[in-house]
């Protein structure tokens, strides 16, 4: 069976379900948003390199490398997610007697936040050139564009909730306003730009 790489390691895909279906809290919804990226990428690579198979375009060229370079980057998104979690279970995990902790659990929360915020704004981008793809790829291949679609809007939105989520516990309010001001940003962009996309999906089925 095809493997999972992440940069930590490649795994099964039967693997990492079974670490995703595990009592485990990671892998969980952030490395599934972030990976799910990863997956509506290589969508948008396939669509090029079937395309550019009959038609050579230098726009389909630099939309593939550029899908490519998405597809590491969310993977890299993936494993900061784990990571950012470890950082705010070991700071809950600190005597509460301990000083820093108060300073420490913030700060991971800050952290934990970061993460889904990048992969939100790393699911606009993929958006924005899956919107481009649309009219340059083949008729034939022009559902998968749709189904990246979908699957990069799922990125964006599921981010958005795992930053909420962690909104909820931090305190310093006027940081929780500016994440807040920036996530309500990124999903009226999603709407749009899915919205775009779609049409230009469904246009060019029904022709």
């Known amino acids: 069976m095809t493997g999972v790489q992440t940069c930590a390691l490649p795994i099964s895909i039967e693997g990492f379900l079974g670490e995703l279906a595990s009592a485990s ?34 726009e389909l060229e630099q939309l593939l490398v550029h899908f490519s370079s998405l597809e590491g980057a969310f993977l890299e998104l993936a494993d900061a997610d784990e990571a950012a979690f470890s950082e705010v279970m070991n700071a809950y995990r600190l005597d509460r007697n301990d000083g820093r902790r108060p300073a420490m659990i913030a700060s ?19 958006l924005e050139h899956l919107c481009a793809l649309t009219p340059l790829g083949s008729k034939q291949s022009v559902s998968d564009v749709g189904v990246a679609v979908h699957l990069a809007q799922a990125t964006v939105r599921s981010a958005l909730l795992n930053i909420r989520i962690n909104l909820a516990y931090m305190r310093d309010e006027a940081e929780i306003e500016r994440i807040n001001m920036i996530a309500e940003a990124l999903d009226k962009k999603c709407s749009a730009l899915s919205e775009q996309a779609i049409s230009s999906v469904t246009g060019r089925i029904s022709r």
């Open 25 to 58: 809290a990671t892998p969980g919804g952030g490395s599934v948003a972030a990976l799910t990226g990863a997956i509506a990428s290589d969508l948008g690579c396939m669509v090029c390199r079937l395309t550019l198979k009959k038609t050579p375009r230098d």
């Open 108 to 126: 991971a929360f800050l952290g934990a936040t970061a993460v889904p915020q990048r992969v939100a704004e790393k699911g606009i981008d993929l």
